[in-house]
């Protein structure tokens, strides 16, 4: 079995005695973000909240996985989570008010175990002088790893899948066993985020490298297995091979965008890497950094080419941690020089200030504004309406709630992403409505122009009066889905309007 061996570089940093100490110095740099984006938005909304209500989407989920379901309405299949695995873990306590603290945890974990790994690859493969301690204390911090944790949703645990592959990759390199580790994270990853699958590739990309093909067809079965079972579990539900979610995200993919320019670089580089791996003598100092590098580039490029961007800073992120992880185990490889480390830090630097300084202009003031947001409107549905209700951005007001919530974009119902996607006559939501006995809808009229339904009746907007962070829209859209039932919604919004918190209005219809 041919395997790399790092102990072809020079050893010029005492490497084992330092890898635990920059690892702590990564996780509290990582812990400390965190604490400081969930105090400022804190203080801001004058208790805890998420800044995204997509998490109580996957906590609906598991609430109706405990009632032997698979959706988010009680007797309606749907896969309305883009994670096979997230809603699984969101099970206990579900449909208890102490379910939100779930997410917390287990973001918190994967913040703790990706940093912790990324201090460990940097220690091992950059050393402890000022510079290795820098890169430790500012990695996970510039790359959003705090702002991950701070939305509650899966993707911090799949960047510490990610780091997983790294670390088990670099122990691999160097002739140390690292298989306990890397295996784990490569089946893990895809099962948490389908974009896990380009990690994924790329690590048995690295095992084919060093000649291992028994064992990368082992792991690409082990892989491959949880996903084809989940598809066919969705199937059998009647509903596709790939959730609603995946879907309704994939058709609105805007393709054309700037950002898909940088995948030609990692695509130029992905080639030259491949070259070099033809050209250069095997088992080499620089054999054994285009080794590392092209799996890295093959990731990347592949996230910039097809994956998604967006709605803080949280998917590409994964796509990042292991270019520029691989890119230190690659470092190391070649000894470490100061040039090529600073060169990493500026890398850093820049990437921080991109993401802390959205963060800290939007993220940090989207908890408020969910809360008097989603969380108004959800209040209304569940205290007042206490009926089907209708919204095209679901999360808030699926969650804890009896009643049925029919999802107008489509994430939890295939017949209105059908709709949606194909093209479809004016008012096409109004049937929609009618079949699932829909009494509201509160909507974002700019994003569903065509949908409302013909005999729907304008009762009047809620509106943002605070910043609206990453909140879609400052203004909901509240309908009466018949002209019978405008004097009883009515009555109950005149009602509910005086209870609204202050940074948050309901504007009436004119007329009523």
Partial sequence: MTRLAFQDRPQVHPVAATGQGLAGASTFAALAGYLLLVGLSWRLTGKFEFPLDDVYIHMAMAEQIMAGGYGVNAGEFASASSSPLFSLLLLPFAGQPEQIFLPVFWNLLGLIGAAWLWGRVVGDALGRDWLGWTIALVGPVALNLSGLA????????HVWATMA????I???????AGLWLLAPAVILGPILRFEGLAVSAAAMMFLMFQGRMRLVLVLGLATSVPLILYGMFLTSLGLSALPNSVLAKLGDQPWLRFYRIWAIPGLIGLAWSLVALIRKKRGSKEWGTYAVLAPALFAFSGHYLLGQFGWMNRYEIYALF?????????????GASVRLRASLLLVLLFLGQRYWTDTMQRAVHSPRALSLQQAQMARFAKEYVQAPVAVNDLGYVVWRN????????????????MARKSDPAPHWAGPLAERTGVELAMIYDNWLPDAVGSDWVKLGDLVLDVPTGVIAQPRVAFYATSPGRVATLNAKLKAFVPTLPSGAHFEFAEGL
Avoid: C
Avoid at 170 to 176: H, M, S, T, V, Y
């Fill in 150 to 157: 701070f939305t509650g949703m899966e993707h911090t645990l």
């Fill in 322 to 334: 292991f270019l520029l992880a691989m890119g230190v185990v690659g470092i190391g490889y070649l």
């Fill in 170 to 176: 670099q122990l691999e390199a160097r002739g140390d």
């Fill in 165 to 168: 592959v790294v670390r088990g």
């Fill in 402 to 417: 009896p009643n049925y919530v029919l999802d107008l974009w489509g994430l939890a119902s295939k017949e209105a992403l």
